[in-house]
């Protein structure tokens, strides 16, 4: 897995025109990326609170943490070839982004008391302020939106946006 920030160009909407806030991983091998995802996770979040002044709660370092596993083992477990983890910082929410090679977009299944695994999608989207899927040339990109702050509604910028396209 490798990583690194990957500044944007001056003027981008959501940073108020400063470079913006992101960093990247390519996801390949076993499933042991998963956990390296997740610590990419921590990190950036961590640099985000601590070098930048940003207000990052527990809960958004859990939730965020944890629509990385889902998405990450999901991308691991039905795409081959490599995928990419994305981290964008977008106004007062994080952006979990997640390419992988496999066209077919997920579809949240009907609860089943019964049904042992298969949930995280319904995760994902229980706990994100929005979702959007996207078929692209190549494979499919799946956003997710965490608040920052553990008081998503207070700000008006956060919408529970939860469309798959």
């Not at 007062?92 to 066209?103: F, H, I, K, M, N």
Request: with cysteine; net charge negative; charged share 25%.
């Amino acid at each position: 897995m490798a990583s690194g920030d990957l500044p944007e160009g001056e003027g981008d909407a959501t940073t108020g025109g400063a470079t913006a806030l992101q960093t990247a991983a390519a996801l390949d091998g076993d499933f042991s990326c998963i956990a390296q995802a997740r610590d990419l996770v921590a990190d950036f979040l961590n640099s985000v609170r601590a070098d930048h002044g940003l207000p990052v709660s527990a809960r958004a370092m859990d939730m965020t943490q944890l629509v990385v596993s889902e998405l990450v083992t999901n991308a691991r477990k039905y795409a081959p070839g490599p995928a990419l983890l994305e981290l964008r910082i977008a106004g007062a929410r994080v952006e979990v982004t997640v390419w992988d090679s496999d066209p077919s977009l997920p579809v949240a299944r009907a609860a089943e008391p019964d049904r042992v695994g298969q949930h995280g999608l319904e995760i994902v989207m229980a706990v994100a302020q929005s979702f959007e899927a996207h078929r692209e040339p190549v494979g499919k990109r799946i956003t997710a939106g965490i608040a920052l702050s553990d008081d998503p509604d207070a700000d008006p910028a956060i919408r529970r946006d939860r469309t798959a396209r």
